[in-house]
């Protein structure tokens, strides 16, 4: 799966505050850090437990590739 800094993806459980299912990456390395879209919390994973509860790309980030 291709996914890049400030994506908007979407994970395979919604979070607890039940406002959104979708999440933007705010942080990339060897962990990823997301924010949820319905409240702003963020949630830190490591890279391969974020691949195991990543569903799909909703949205590619807006920046161009130079």
């Known amino acids: 799966m291709e ?3 400030n994506d908007i993806v979407e ?14 990456i705010i942080r990339m390395g060897a962990d990823i850090r997301i924010k949820c879209q319905g409240c702003g919390a963020s949630v830190l994973f490591p890279r391969s437990e974020f691949e ?10 807006q920046t161009p590739l130079e």
């Open 11 to 24: 994970m395979k459980k919604e979070h607890p505050c039940h406002k959104s299912k979708y999440w933007k």
């Open 52 to 61: 195991k509860k990543c569903k799909k790309v909703v949205q590619r980030s």
């Open 3 to 5: 996914y890049d800094l």
